[in-house]
């Protein structure tokens, strides 16, 4: 409509050519008429540069041109062209009118008494239809009749529309809508419509129609932002709906502020007819090509005085709502473009000031009321240029669900990546030396954790109770900091990688020797002295402590490969890959006191009246494991694949590779410096994929040794009977998965362009995206798993299945279903149907859960475009009240 508006303004051009001039040039034309069936031939106008045209305006009509000098009229007839640079208009008829100073492109009836030669004006790729246009080139004032207009995602059809000189459109009887139809599926209809190219398009009273059939939904006027960027601030309109525990409610109506072309801000809220509210502001960021990001404020008031709320039916058990509570969360999220040479900081905070507010929020999703913690962390990472070294600082939090608070201020990380002993020692230019091999590589983390709890100390050091220690844990306030402080802890690890290199033995095999060793330093080391008249530890504590570890290790492999020739109709051969290892690894023993990392402490006398000792490390954490290590570790994989003739191959000579068995694997390790059980538990996997369907994956361990009557394990191997037993299964598990359409397999990797986009937030009420170009998807997915019980704990069996699919009914109908079913228990323990129709330019989406937490119901009928988001019927039902994703 604009582009029409502005064409028409440079027909003022007529002021500027003599009348007597333009009508001995039309009888000029006019001379050259022939036939009706001959077309005019083309000519055009060329004036001099004046005001605001600058180029040639050219028109023609099939029929006749003609002028009438008395009234000073211009007629063009038949396929009536106008044409001024990339715009055009083109009618049946054209009259322009230089007393009136006016112009008017109409259609005509043929002779059956249908309309033909409907306007049109066209300026580039855009084209705009009307059934009469009329226009004052004076006054700049135009008047169009029954015309369709875009303007912006929405669309405008009116009977009459006019135009003043602030190029300003004013419709009347008018329907708006989003639906890009001739006669639309719905639409908006308004007697009065004001639209601002570019900006907004304003209603008066106005009420919806769906299917031509009127509906009581309206409003007293309407406001649709068209913006040339397509983000303007605005109202965003709550949903209705009603929950079993807080009552009627609306929920996340708000507005949506767009500050600028970088920041957007959404204030919504929601509020409950039983006393319940939330409040909800929301921040997203975007720099192009620098960073983007998100900051959320979420205050909660839940509001809950019934004293028995009927448990849910999960299989988990939880059910139960919490009592009135006041809570809220922060939430940041940032990441930066990353770009060569520059550091990168990132942050993703989640912290809350009750541990369920996920549970009760309404703008939670169902994974977050789940979760049994959450997690923070924020970081700068860089990478020297031209360099081996970086370096990262972090500040990390976690929050549990039974209100444990670990805080780490700061989280240093500086390492070196590994650098050949060439580069050192002969610039960048290796000589052959054997060892110019070696390499070293340094990584150094230090950090300072914070911690509310004070655990038990009777847990701290060897499950003995300390002198005036407490017997349970203690919670800190985070007001006092020196306490806080004195509860944390600090330490700095050390790490070198050392590798000697890699040397080809006897021609096929491949040994590589490593040594490595770090380094930790603590902020506190222990002494103790044993109290037996308390039976408690009386502990005297340093400022600073150190301690170390060091491992030297070689191992060996090989790779071996066996083919079978089978020549079959299909089957060409099979090929076996094997891949044996073993290793050697040498520690001393750490609990030797030479090295002073434990205690060696004498507690009292046993029954019969010898001493007992009990070896206690002098660090909380850090210290190295205890006993000599000088074991023997091997490995075994093995890769099974068939060679076939390729499908449509009538030649004979092509053919492609297929797995049998992607890996199946043996390790364990024996260690010949143990007193007992030198042989390690045997770890069994495989995995592989069948017929490009289906996964499949394996993992189980053994324990090659026997248990006496009371379940506890001797050292005495399995294989030394009763009967032929070579070890004992402690735990395995098994997983299948399937998804049965290639179609639905595939991942769509278009690129999502380079356009910021600081829309709201999906809104929870509307349906996900459903593909209908997808038929139908079906994948399942089985899962065992088996943990032996020690002692006279009982076996632990996990057997479950999932079926995930769904189907086109028709081209617009989808239905969908997944369900998660315990074998074991023998029940569904989650299941939900989900039901999509697609109604052009409106969605349709019904779900229903049936069992746990969650179960309820959702009906929501919506309209498809962003613009209209708030067309939306919905109907609700969940079994706790809160509203969920």
Not at 61 to 90: C, F, P, W
Not at 327 to 344: D, E, M
Request: charged content about 20%; aromatic content about 12%; proline content about 5%.
């Amino acid at each position: 409509m604009r582009h029409i508006l502005i064409f028409l303004l440079l027909l003022q051009l007529a002021v500027l050519i003599p009348f007597d001039a333009a009508a001995q040039f039309v009888r000029a034309r006019q001379s050259r008429v022939t036939s009706p069936q001959d077309t005019v031939a083309q000519d055009s106008l060329k004036l001099a540069p004046t005001g605001d045209i600058e180029t040639t305006i050219k028109y023609s009509a099939r029929d006749s041109i003609q002028l009438e000098a008395n009234t000073k009229v211009v007629h063009l007839y038949g396929e009536a062209k106008i044409n001024y640079g990339t715009m055009n208009l083109e009618a049946a008829y054209i009259r322009i009118d230089y007393a009136e100073n006016t112009l008017t492109a109409t259609s005509l009836p043929d002779s059956a008494g249908k309309d033909i030669g409907v306007p049109i004006f066209a300026d580039g790729a855009e084209s705009y239809q009307a059934k009469r246009i009329v226009y004052n080139f004076k006054t700049k004032r135009g008047r169009i009749a029954e015309v369709v207009t875009q303007q912006g995602e929405g669309f405008i059809h009116s009977e009459i529309v006019k135009k003043n000189e602030h190029n300003e459109i004013f419709g009347f009887h008018n329907k708006y809508t989003t639906c890009n139809l001739a006669h639309p599926h719905f639409y908006i209809s308004a007697g009065k419509i004001k639209a601002i190219p570019k900006d907004k398009v304003m209603s008066g009273p106005f009420n919806l129609v769906i299917g031509d059939i009127p509906t009581p939904l309206g409003f007293l006027f309407g406001l649709f932002p068209t913006p040339k960027n397509n983000r303007s601030s605005g109202v965003i309109v709550p949903s209705f709906g009603e929950s079993r525990t807080q009552g009627f409610y609306l929920n996340n109506g708000g507005y949506y502020l767009a500050l600028n072309d970088y920041i957007g801000t959404t204030i919504t809220g929601s509020i409950y007819s039983l006393g319940g509210y939330n409040i909800r502001v929301n921040n997203d960021y975007r720099k192009r090509y620098s960073y983007q990001g998100s900051f959320t404020f979420d205050y909660n008031y839940f509001k809950n005085d019934i004293t028995d709320i009927e448990q849910s039916r999960a299989t988990d058990g939880v059910g139960l709502l919490p009592p009135s509570t006041r809570s809220f969360g922060v939430t940041w999220n940032h990441a930066p473009v990353p770009k060569p040479g520059q550091g990168r900081f990132t942050a993703s905070v989640d912290i809350h000031s009750d541990p369920i507010h996920n549970r009760v929020s309404s703008n939670s999703t169902t994974a977050q009321r789940l979760e049994a913690s959450v997690n923070s962390s924020i970081s700068y990472q860089k990478n020297i240029q031209n360099s081996p070294f970086s370096y990262t600082v972090k500040l990390r939090q976690s929050q549990q669900a039974n209100g444990t608070m670990n805080l780490v201020l700061p989280d240093i990380n500086f390492g070196m990546s590994s650098v050949g002993l060439y580069e050192v020692l002969s610039g960048n230019a290796p000589t052959g030396k054997w060892y110019e091999n070696f390499t070293l590589g340094y990584s150094l983390n230090a950090s300072n954790q914070i911690s509310n709890i004070i655990p038990a100390s009777s847990s701290q050091f060897g499950a003995l109770p300390v002198v005036g220690g407490a017997t349970r844990s203690d919670t800190i306030r985070f007001g006092d900091v020196q306490r806080l402080w004195e509860n944390g802890r600090r330490s700095a690890n050390h790490s070198f990688q050392i590798g000697l290199g890699n040397y080809k033995i006897f021609k096929y095999f491949n040994l590589s020797p490593s040594v490595s060793y770090a380094e930790r330093w603590l902020d506190r080391k222990y002494s103790f002295t044993y109290n037996p008249d308390l039976k408690a530890l009386d502990v005297d504590t340093a400022k600073f402590g150190r301690v170390y570890d060091y491992s030297a290790s070689a191992s060996l492999s090989t790779t071996i490969y066996g083919t079978v020739r089978v020549g079959g109709k299909r089957v060409e051969a099979i090929r076996h890959l094997v891949r044996p290892s073993i290793s050697y690894r040498y520690q001393p023993d750490f609990g030797d006191p030479f090295f002073g990392f434990y205690q060696n402490l004498y507690v009292g006398d046993n029954p019969k009246g010898e001493p007992v000792y009990r070896q206690i490390s002098r660090f909380e954490s850090g210290a190295p494991g205890l006993g000599l290590t000088s074991g023997l570790g091997f490995s075994l994989s093995n890769n099974l694949e068939m060679k076939v003739k390729a499908k449509g191959d009538t030649t004979g000579k092509q053919f492609e590779k297929v797995s049998l068995i992607d890996n199946l694997g043996i390790s364990g390790s024996y260690n010949f410096a143990a007193e007992a059980f030198k042989l390690s538990n045997i770890s069994v996997n495989m995995n592989t994929r069948l017929f490009k369907v289906v996964n499949f994956n394996f993992f189980s361990t053994f324990d090659p040794y026997q248990v006496d009557s009371a379940g506890t394990r001797i050292d005495r191997y399995m294989l030394k009977g009763p009967g032929f037993k070579p070890a004992r299964l402690l735990n395995a598990g098994l997983n299948v998965t399937a998804n049965l359409n290639p179609q639905a397999r595939r991942t769509d990797t278009s690129n999502p362009g380079t356009v910021p986009d600081l829309g709201q937030d999906q809104n929870p009420f509307e349906p996900d995206y459903v593909d209908f170009k997808i038929p139908w998807s079906l994948s399942f997915g089985y899962t065992l798993n088996f943990n032996r019980g020690t002692g006279n704990q009982p076996n632990n069996i996990n057997n479950t299945v999932d079926v995930n699919g769904d189907v086109n009914l028709t081209d617009k109908w989808k239905i969908g279903y997944r369900a998660h079913y315990d074998l074991v228990a023998q029940q569904i323990a989650s299941a939900a149907l989900n039901i999509h129709r697609d109604l052009h330019c409106w969605d349709m989406s019904i779900s229903w859960t049936p069992f746990g937490y969650t179960r309820g119901y959702n009906i929501t009928i919506n309209a498809r475009s962003a613009l209209l988001r708030d067309l939306r019927l919905t109907k609700r039902s969940s079994a706790s009240g809160i509203n969920y994703r």
